[in-house]
């Protein structure tokens, strides 16, 4: 059993000990640190103790590939887990966060002599500390940010040059963006938010702090949305009065621009917790949405729909720059398994599309198979879909997302002046009339 000396008070180290709950969450399974975060236990810490820790999380996580390429450097064998997970977040602290080099090294030790099992490294866990703060942040290859098959991976997909564009940009945080409810309204809430407005028409913001305190939330004006994940709900050019369906809805804002856009949208999510989470988003942005808690497979609904979406189940490897947790928590067999689901979703959604309706599939992952395999296939299956081509910058995406087919393939390496955006696959079908 534990014997937690008196230092387990100091101040600060329930803050660090809450990182590396979220930490090890996030890296025991997929999910995981969205999980963590709303569970009651972080809920009850002190705001600024909250704050700190989800920071720290975020940080090692962030570089979690380059700290421990750093870590190994220094030690001659590999150090116990516990005493690991104790240096990444010393690590992170050093190279992150504006905490003092002796603070971060100090409470680290401290942390360690609260366990019996990490104790004995209290001195390594010092001089490795020490040496990191000494030396600084070394300069890190851009392949060491990522796990190697998925860098493998990439390289083949793209090339290795692209590859390691992707890759540099892992360890940077990412500016927020927000969609707007009245895209007519851009200039107004640019100049209210200190914002840039981007192409297709979401706001960049650099602020930080309490998004419920920002200009524009308590009306609904907008919400949050990656300027990347805008994209596929505007590539369907919904009309006032046309009928839209968004299959796997949550967490709701592709449906949110169906509706702003006057769509009469039905949107279905298997999750009744999540359903719960979009109708409040729903509520917030005062918009009318007819939101189902239902399997999109097995939905028992015979009406068709002008515009139907499709952001299926991936392994989300495109949204690292905010979820860094997907990049080590992803493992290979999750990409057959995840493709499998949508081939089958796929189907189900084309039966929802009227003759001349129009369908985007779409995914936040990097990995071909979950993208432009997935509709290679789907094209073979269904003759009477074609594709619509996308128009360069159509929608808001980068000029070069256009691939040969007419299809997007957004790479986070994409507007590195304006701070990049997430990672996406979108194909525009329609189905012949």
Known sequence: MTQPDPGQSDPGLPARL??????STALARRGGLDEALSHPAFAKLPPQDRGFARALAMATLRRLGGIDRALDGRMQKPPPQAVRELLRIGVAQLWALDVPDFAAVSTTVKLAERDGSTRPFKGLINAV?????RDGAPGIAADAWLPSWIFARWAAAFGEETARAVAATVPQEPPTDLTLRDPAEAERWAQALEAEVLPGGSLRVRRKGDLAEWPGFAEGAWWVQDAAAAVPARLLDVKPVQTALDLCAAPGGKTLQLAAA?????????SPNRLKRLNENFARIGLKVEALAADAEAWEDARTFDAVLLDAPCTSTGTFRR?????WGTKPADIAKLADVQHRLLDAAAER???GGRLVYCVCSLEREEGEAQIIAFLRRRPDFTTEPCAPGEAGAPEDAVTREGWLRILPSEWPDRGGLDGFFAARLVRKG
């Open 18 to 23: 809450a990182a590396l709950d979220l930490i």
């Open 129 to 133: 500390l020490r040496g990191v703060a």
């Open 262 to 270: 006057g769509a009469e949208v039905v949107a279905l999510d298997r």
């Open 323 to 327: 979820n860094p947790d997907v990049l």
């Open 353 to 355: 599309v009227k003759p």
